[in-house]
């Protein structure tokens, strides 16, 4: 069944996701880390790094672009939470 595939994510997924992410991150001075990804809740746990994690606009970095674009590629994934 095509639908239950679609409804397995890997923290593997996850990470690819996150790979494609990283260089407009790398490009302000920043980075992301895939810390963990609960496959039963579908949420993903990661760390924003460098110049992001210190930025006073890291939670909406988090939310209005990582979180989306995550959840956008791997729709599995609920939600994505900081680490």
């Given at each position: 069944m095509a639908e239950d595939t679609a409804l397995t994510a890997t923290a593997s997924e996850v990470q690819a996701a996150i790979q494609t992410l990283r260089p407009y991150l790398q490009s302000h001075g920043g980075d992301l880390e895939l810390v963990g990804f609960d496959e039963t809740?579908?949420?993903?746990?990661?760390?924003?790094?460098?110049?992001?994690?210190?930025?006073p606009h890291?939670?909406?970095?988090?939310?209005?672009?990582?979180?989306?674009?995550?959840?956008?590629?791997?729709p599995v994934v609920k939600s994505v939470i900081a680490a």
């Open positions: 809740n579908g949420i993903a746990r990661v760390r924003l790094q460098g110049m992001c994690g210190g930025c890291a939670s909406e970095t988090l939310r209005y672009y990582v979180e989306r674009e995550i959840m956008r590629t791997v």
